[in-house]
């Protein structure tokens, strides 16, 4: 099973609104990232977690608080977002988190957007 | 400057011709080198991965890298419809799986 999850696929929330995003994978990968894409640009790296902690924050905003509760599980919790906000959010595991020659898998994404 | 330059796009082509994708990057350090296709409203999809400069080939499809030119291909032979997707050049170092994107290319492979 090389599948990564993500759910919602879609998700519609005010600016007041609290949220969360859900990523799992069942392949063993300690490896787990969030990205952020927007319309026709590549993913932008958002966070990284390695063995469940937290190895990359890229500076995102704290409106953006993301959790690892397990090997499996990767969350992204959402407060107080703003319009540009609204992308595609993507999910990706992989083995060992890099530094070898590992795949990265990605989920298919949520759809996000902030009225 | 960008890392990770690749060839904007779009590209069209007709069916069964042979596509070439382009990139260059700037950080001699980036020691590993992928190719994503992304389908429309899809998650990108890995379609190669090499660690070395030379050829990888798998089906219709061969990745080509040149360290000393800094210069990664991938080409597409036998071009199919269902190719139409846009291409995301990626590399590596050794620095924790981060991967640097190119902005891709968008490919319309016409019947």
């Known amino acids: 099973d090389t599948e990564v999850t993500q759910t919602p696929k879609h998700l519609v929330m005010g600016m007041t609104n609290k949220k969360s995003l859900k990523c799992e994978q069942h392949m063993g990968h300690r490896a787990m990232y969030w990205y952020k894409q927007k319309a026709k640009k590549p993913p932008e790296l958002m966070f990284v977690y390695s063995y469940e902690k937290l190895s990359i924050n890229e500076s995102v905003p704290s409106r953006f608080s993301p959790e690892c509760p397990n090997s499996s599980l990767l969350n992204l919790h959402l407060h107080a977002l703003q319009p540009e906000d609204s992308a595609l959010y993507l999910c990706?595991?992989?083995?060992?988190?890099?530094?070898?020659?590992?795949?990265?898998?990605f989920g298919p994404g949520t759809r996000l957007t902030v009225l | 400057q960008k890392e990770v330059e690749q060839d904007p796009g779009p590209l069209s082509v007709p069916e069964g011709a042979i596509v070439s994708l382009n990139c260059t990057y700037s950080?001699?350090?980036?020691?590993?080198f992928m190719w994503y296709r992304q389908y429309s409203r899809k998650g990108p999809e890995l379609l190669m991965y090499?660690?070395?400069?030379g050829n990888k080939e798998d089906g219709r499809f061969t990745a080509q890298v040149d360290k000393s030119s800094k210069y990664i291909s991938l080409f597409i032979r036998d071009s199919q419809p269902s190719d139409s997707a846009t291409y995301l050049c990626a590399t590596e170092g050794t620095n924790a799986g981060k991967s640097t994107f190119g902005d891709g290319t968008t490919l319309t492979v016409k019947p």
């Open positions: 950080n001699s350090a980036f020691q590993y």
């Open positions: 990706a595991s992989r083995n060992r988190g890099g530094g070898s020659p590992d795949t990265q898998y």
């Open positions: 090499t660690y070395s400069s």
